[in-house]
């Protein structure tokens, strides 16, 4: 995993971490965030998938004395932050995998310019070779109906991205929309409508989620036995030449019906410097030239958008229909909204929080209910600011053991009750004891155990000390080791906060297969994702429950 | 949504009126002390100011010149106190970049110009020619015809009901022309110009009659494509990487560009819509800095020489265009020969078109 830098949080943050061309990134204190442009350095507002265009923006500074400081986002958290205004003075530039969710934002008008196309990749099915042929499937045959009925038989299994957290997913939810509705045109709701009950069959084979590409990724070598992966084309066929013959490679599949296909504008927001911009006119135009297409398609398998630059081999020349993005926010978000709702499989979220004595200093407990009532939203709250309808939301409170165990699953078209609920609950958290980390941890495996309903089963671990009281860590390696198959696939996403055992947590994190998050907001992690506080990290998390 | 303006390009046909201003400036001395100039530009002309011949011939005249690209029609958006040039893609957004820079008769030029065509693969250009909807006039270049075309599409034809399509998997869906946003970028509110006027029975639409008559249609053109891009750019680098829509609108400067670059089109068709409205460049000084910039563009032997490298066709120069272009009329319809080229509605009637196509109350 490439080395991120924490930096400050804030709401909405999909990945934070910070990546600059010249790859310095894991010595030295985290800096300050920047607000203010300097000379030959442009902040750009990126899609995390392109961390791989490090070497490119390499010999990009070495050409043009320009280098980039790439901040990770989601597709939608970039359109709200472009559209509500947070962007200016604090980015450049946007570039991300696509600008169609923001240019539905009308408020988003005139604050962009010089959109530049990059590249190219579609997104698609990588599929392992055995299910290929158990499936009889010619690569070039494969349709969206025909990954349904395989995936509605059984036959399919497969990890996406949360589409309100990471274009990859919002483009598959787009394609198989199209695909499975038959609209032969843009999406429209009665399209989106007429395909629900085949959505949510398609859906039901989704074992895997994730709130960013890369993550997907690993998360997929891990399990083991999906059968396929819906990511960029570069992605999976970058994953091929990485596994150097560790695994079979995936088969791509580009849908036969149609695709959705990421172009990578590099675009200039109105409200950077002029400095700036003339930065970003000379990065782009390096970009689109010869040297660097070459370089983009062959180290990154992305498609050249320069006549006469040839696509890296193993990009198949075969054309596909481009199947059209949503052309107004309500058919979009309609989209986003049933997903969350309705056609994905609900998620059974617990969280395991440490309220110990040693919550009550720096507020830290206020902290904690602040952030977790941040995750209840609001009566307005929009597709993926509260818990999802469905959802099994677990609170479970420890000290010196588990304090208590409060379940609330929230209701479609009623919300209200089980947010309410959660949220006095998190009112009546106090700090006192001792830290069972692992005892407690144990108790939240044990619980959802109990349930046997088809669903992301997902524990988030908070804690701001080590373990002091109960099982230690052996004991849950053990515990672990004899949970069967199905519960092992449970991952905990710990959270750092507080003065918690980075090596502890991270243990827990690589053992289930979950993720290190950060919200100490001081100090230099390596490899942790979360932004630096307690409610970013939680926010973060959402994306991977 | 106020971006939402009208067009009135009627007078600059081919061999139409020329709007120079009298060229008032001294030739520069060769230099290196230049003066920086910034624009803003239609994203069809970035790679002519890109260009070395181009960066070089402009500071030979004393001028560096910067740009920066935006939807014509979305220009009197931008700050414009941050630059000295506008440079839309054609004359009614230069009325409006001017008054949203408090300008009162600025010295508009329009130094060339360039006809909307439609790119294509052959595949596409095939079927359309073997149903009737377009003629191919030589391998890579053919007319499209709107008649037909249009009623195919006021008809939500499939490509999957036109023979022939089957043998390629891309010709799904139903058949239309991806175009830019009509209410931000050029070529898009052009589109509308020219397939209202077949509409309305080859009419210029000016009254409401003429605009329920054909707002249907246009709403159908405009929304059967989904999210519309900003700008021709976009469509068009698609199309040279391998994926995008079978059929999109660009400039034909785009297409000439790359041929006269000598870089490879790929499989493209060029299908000249058989009627059509051009798009003058039209050139808008915003600061004393950018005022003979413009002229400059217009008269310079080799700029005008530079501009035809980079596909545009320059006013009065059809015998530096056809010149330019001979090795090339496999793809090129160098004498438009056969396009009927039509009037504009009125800007008021325009925007009332482009807002009834992108559908009032389905965008917020």
């Given at each position: 995993m490439r080395p991120l830098r924490r930096r400050r949080g804030w709401i909405g943050l999909a990945l934070a971490g910070l990546?600059?061309?010249?790859?310095?990134?894991?010595?030295?204190?985290?800096?300050?965030?920047?607000?203010?442009?300097?000379?030959?350095?442009?902040?750009?507002?990126?899609?995390?998938?392109?961390?791989?265009?490090?070497?490119?923006?390499?010999?990009?500074?070495?050409?043009?004395?320009?280098?980039?400081?790439?901040?990770?986002?989601?597709?939608?958290?970039?359109?709200?932050?472009?559209?509500?205004?947070?962007?200016?003075?604090k980015y450049d530039a946007i570039w991300l995998s696509s600008n169609d969710y923001l240019r539905l934002r009308p408020e988003a008008a005139g604050k962009l310019s010089s959109e530049t196309p990059v590249m190219s990749s579609p997104v698609a099915l990588g599929v392992k070779p055995e299910a290929l042929a158990r499936l009889g499937w010619k690569p070039g045959e494969v349709t969206w109906p025909a990954v349904h009925e395989a995936v509605a038989a059984g036959r399919l299994t497969y990890g996406m991205t949360d589409p309100v957290r990471s274009n990859s997913g919002f483009s598959a939810l787009v394609s198989v929309a199209s695909g499975l509705s038959g609209a032969q045109a843009a999406l429209s709701d009665a399209d989106v409508k007429a395909a629900t009950p085949r959505l949510k069959e398609f859906f039901a084979g989704q074992k895997l989620t994730s709130g960013s590409s890369g993550w997907l990724v690993s998360a997929y070598a891990k399990r083991g036995d999906v059968d396929a992966l819906?990511?960029?084309?570069?992605?999976?066929?970058?994953?091929?030449?990485?596994?150097?013959?560790?695994?079979?490679?995936?088969?791509?599949?580009?849908?036969?019906?149609?695709?959705?296909?990421?172009?990578?504008?590099?675009?200039?927001?109105?409200?950077?410097?002029?400095g700036a911009r003339d930065a970003g006119r000379a990065l782009t135009e390096y970009l689109r030239g010869p040297e660097a297409q070459k370089a983009i398609t062959e180290q990154t398998f992305r498609r050249p958008v320069a006549a006469g630059v040839a696509p890296a081999a193993?990009?198949?020349?075969?054309?596909?229909?481009?199947?059209?993005?949503?052309?107004?926010?309500?058919?979009?978000?309609?989209?986003?909204?049933?997903?969350?709702?309705e056609l994905r499989r609900p998620s059974r979220t617990v969280y395991v929080l440490d309220t110990s004595g040693s919550m009550s200093e720096e507020d830290r407990i206020g902290r904690l209910k602040s952030a977790l009532t941040d995750l209840t939203g609001s009566g307005s709250s929009g597709t993926g600011q509260r818990f999802r309808d469905r959802e099994e939301v677990t609170l479970l409170p420890f000290g010196s053991k588990v304090k208590k165990v409060r379940t609330h699953v929230v209701e479609p078209g009623n919300p209200g009750p089980a947010l309410d609920a959660i949220r006095g609950d998190v009112k009546s958290l106090e700090p006192d004891g001792g830290t069972a980390v692992y005892g407690s941890l144990e108790a939240a495996y044990q619980h959802l155990g109990k349930g046997g309903a088809d669903a992301f089963?997902?524990?988030?671990?908070?804690?701001?000390?080590?373990?002091?009281?109960?099982?230690?860590?052996?004991?849950?390696?053990?515990?672990?080791?004899?949970?069967?198959?199905?519960?092992?696939?449970?991952?905990?996403?710990?959270?750092?906060?507080?003065?918690?055992?980075?090596?502890?947590?991270?243990?827990?994190?690589?053992?289930?297969?979950?993720?290190?998050?950060?919200?100490?907001?001081?100090?230099?992690?390596?490899?942790?994702?979360?932004?630096?506080?307690?409610?970013?990290?939680?926010?973060?998390?959402?994306?991977y429950q | 949504m106020r971006r939402i303006l009208g067009i009135v390009l009627g007078l600059l046909l081919i061999g139409g009126v020329l709007y120079l201003v009298a060229f008032q400036g001294q030739d520069h001395p060769e230099t290196t002390a230049t003066k920086t100039v910034r624009g803003v530009i239609g994203s069809e002309k970035s790679e002519f100011?890109?260009?070395?011949?181009?960066?070089?011939?402009?500071?030979?005249?004393?001028?560096?010149?910067?740009?920066?690209?935006?939807?014509?029609?979305?220009?009197?958006?931008?700050?414009?106190?941050?630059?000295?040039?506008?440079?839309?893609?054609?004359?009614?957004?230069?009325?409006?970049?001017?008054?949203?820079?408090?300008?009162?008769?600025?010295?508009?030029?329009?130094?060339?110009?360039?006809?909307?065509?439609?790119?294509?693969?052959?595949?596409?250009?095939?079927?359309?020619?073997?149903?009737?909807?377009?003629?191919?006039?030589?391998?890579?270049?053919?007319?499209?015809?709107?008649?037909?075309?249009?009623?195919?599409?006021?008809?939500?034809?499939?490509?999957?009901?036109?023979?022939?399509?089957?043998?390629?998997?891309?010709?799904?869906?139903?058949v239309f022309i991806k175009t830019t946003d009509p209410a931000s970028s050029n070529s898009g509110a052009l589109f509308l110009a020219a397939t209202s006027n077949v509409a309305n029975g080859n009419t210029v639409v000016a009254d409401d009659a003429g605009i329920a008559r054909t707002a249907p249609l246009m709403r159908k053109l405009i929304s059967v494509q989904g999210a519309?891009?900003?700008?021709?750019?976009?469509?068009?680098?698609?199309?040279?990487?391998?994926?995008?829509?079978?059929?999109?609108?660009?400039?034909?400067?785009?297409?000439?560009?790359?041929?006269?670059?000598?870089?490879?089109?790929?499989?493209?068709?060029?299908?000249?819509?058989?009627?059509?409205?051009?798009?003058?460049?039209?050139?808008?000084?915003l600061t004393e800095r950018a005022r003979e910039l413009g002229a400059l563009l217009a008269t310079d032997p080799k700029l005008r020489e530079l501009a035809v490298l980079r596909g545009f066709r320059p006013q009065e120069g059809v015998a530096e265009f056809t010149a330019a272009t001979m090795p090339h009329t496999a793809y090129l319809n160098t004498g438009l020969t056969g396009i009927r080229q039509v009037g504009t509605p009125t800007v008021k009637i325009l925007m009332a078109l482009a807002q009834r196509a992108k559908g009032q109350g389905d965008t917020p």
């Open positions: 990546m600059t061309a010249t790859g310095c990134s894991a010595d030295g204190p985290a800096e300050p965030e920047r607000s203010t442009y300097k000379d030959g350095h442009l902040r750009v507002l990126a899609s995390s998938e392109l961390s791989d265009m490090e070497p490119v923006l390499k010999a990009a500074r070495a050409a043009t004395g320009v280098s980039v400081e790439l901040t990770w986002s989601g597709t939608l958290d970039a359109a709200e932050q472009v559209a509500s205004g947070n962007a200016d003075g819906v990511n960029y084309e570069s992605v999976l066929l970058s994953m091929n030449r990485d596994a150097k013959g560790a695994g079979a490679p995936l088969t791509v599949v580009r849908p036969r019906d149609g695709v959705v296909t990421a172009h990578y504008p590099l675009t200039l927001l109105t409200s950077a410097p002029a193993g990009l198949d020349a075969e054309k596909r229909r481009e199947l059209p993005f949503p052309g107004s926010r309500s058919v979009a978000d309609g989209l986003l909204a049933s997903y969350e709702n089963t997902s524990i988030v671990l908070m804690t701001d000390g080590e373990n002091t009281e109960g099982v230690g860590a052996g004991h849950f390696d053990s515990f672990y080791a004899a949970l069967p198959p199905a519960q092992k696939q449970t991952p905990v996403f710990a959270v750092l906060f507080g003065d918690s055992d980075r090596k502890e947590l991270t243990h827990i994190a690589e053992l289930t297969g979950g993720r290190l998050f950060d919200a100490t907001g001081t100090g230099v992690p390596p490899a942790v994702a979360g932004g630096g506080s307690l409610a970013g990290a939680f926010e973060e998390i959402r994306g | 100011f890109r260009d070395p011949d181009v960066v070089k011939a402009l500071a030979a005249k004393g001028y560096t010149v910067k740009t920066e690209t935006s939807g014509s029609w979305a220009m009197d958006q931008l700050a414009l106190k941050e630059f000295d040039f506008a440079f839309p893609s054609s004359s009614e957004p230069a009325k409006e970049v001017a008054a949203a820079a408090g300008l009162k008769g600025a010295q508009e030029t329009r130094p060339f110009f360039s006809p909307l065509v439609v790119i294509a693969r052959p595949g596409a250009a095939k079927v359309l020619a073997d149903n009737g909807l377009a003629r191919m006039t030589g391998k890579n270049s053919g007319t499209l015809l709107m008649g037909a075309f249009l009623k195919a599409a006021g008809e939500d034809r499939t490509w999957q009901q036109l023979p022939g399509s089957a043998a390629h998997a891309e010709l799904t869906g139903t519309l891009e900003p700008s021709t750019d976009d469509p068009f680098r698609a199309f040279i990487s391998g994926s995008g829509e079978p059929l999109i609108l660009v400039y034909e400067s785009q297409v000439a560009s790359l041929l006269m670059q000598h870089q490879d089109p790929g499989d493209m068709v060029v299908l000249y819509p058989d009627t059509t409205v051009n798009s003058a460049h039209t050139f808008v000084p």
